[in-house]
């Protein structure tokens, strides 16, 4: 990464796209941690031990396992949906730390635990997913995804939302007291779900660097979970700030002001690729639905879609956040407009050659992904 590019970037920054301050500080330490079996080094009263809650409510179909016995500071996990009767085969039970592999629910993907009653994963997927959090007995969601939460959804459920996005790059240290602060008071009140899109990545780092800087756990444990999560090597940032986590004190965490939005407005240029994403999501419907509208998506027009995307990645190489970045950043933006331009007029003109079309899809699709490596998935800009 060249320097110049660095710093003229770090001018640009707005509340969205976030400083990976994280990344100095520990820069030379090797990016694969050693498992976190030695023991750990937490200051706070609940220990991550990985036999405080049982992994499941086993053949009785009743969920409820928690330490009851142990510190005070824990918080009991609830895991019976409904009542004690409900069969097994119903009863949702939160991850723990004793998991080794991420956890799927309707709804709800990639769920991994960073302490108890605090999990990482998916963005909860319509009323299922919000349904299979509120069998975890999940009370809060702290989403750090760039997408509107849906907070009339968790209302339905019980849930409040916390929203507090973060980049791919990182997070500064602002941020990184704000995820400490609304972790800490809302698990106070009951088990904590933090997701982003997928649940790999961002949250996964976000949910480290909390925990961590809560005394719940070490870095080391926090890497290794993030590994648990499938948080890819490229994202040094993520990684980066849930080494650099360390506990902080009670009143460095006090002073953060403690009342945290619902919704946070993304930039317009993270608002358009949250929306790239989406039309592209939609193409590639199109595409399983052999180049037309699909059933289960009446309401998608072909050459509408790729001519939205077109749109969206020209207004985004035009934006003042592209004017800021060294001239190839506007430049990949409009050469990836140009093939969603292409794609749009191989539609209008009715082309039905499927390998053909899928040829310029994949184009598009290289390039948000090329750009993504160089210019997102690191501490680049
Ligand atoms: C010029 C390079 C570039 C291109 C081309 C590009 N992106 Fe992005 N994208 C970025 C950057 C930089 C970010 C991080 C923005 C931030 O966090 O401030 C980003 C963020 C995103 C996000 C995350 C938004 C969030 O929730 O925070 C999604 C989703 C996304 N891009 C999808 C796409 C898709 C789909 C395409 C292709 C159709 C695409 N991008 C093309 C640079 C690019």
Partial sequence: MHQSIRLAALATLTATALLAACESSNKSRPDQPGASSTAPAASAASQPSSSSVSASGSSSGKGVTASAT?????????????????????????????????????????????????VSGSMPEGEAGFASLKAMGIKTIISVDGAIPEVDLAAKHGMTYIHLPIGYSGF??????????????????????????????????????????????????????????????????????????????????????????????????VQGMVDADLALEHLVAIEKAGWKVPTNHPDLVPAAEAGKLANLLRFMAESDRSKKHPVDFAAFLMKNSDEATALEDALVAGKSNAADLSKLLNAINTSCKDCHTKWRNEAAY
């Fill in 70 to 118: 142990a510190q005070p500071a824990l918080t009991p996990i609830t895991v019976a949906p409904g009542k004690a009767t409900a069969p097994a085969a119903s009863a949702v039970s939160i991850p723990t730390m004793a998991d080794t592999k991420p956890k799927d629910f309707q709804g709800i993907h990639n769920a991994v635990a960073y302490h108890d009653g605090y």
């Fill in 172 to 269: 500064d240290d602002t941020r990184k007291k704000e995820l400490t602060r609304a972790t800490r008071d809302a698990h106070a009140k009951g088990p904590v779900y933090i997701h982003c899109h997928h649940g790999k990545h961002r949250s996964a780092g976000a949910a480290a660097a909390a925990a961590s800087s809560l005394g719940w756990i070490t870095p080391d444990q926090g890497v290794a979970r993030m590994k648990v999560s499938g948080t890819a090597a490229a994202y040094t940032g993520l990684y980066a700030c849930a080494r650099a986590a360390t506990p902080l004190d009670r009143a460095v965490i006090d002073a953060v002001p403690a009342s945290f939005p619902p919704i946070s407005r993304p930039s317009g240029f």
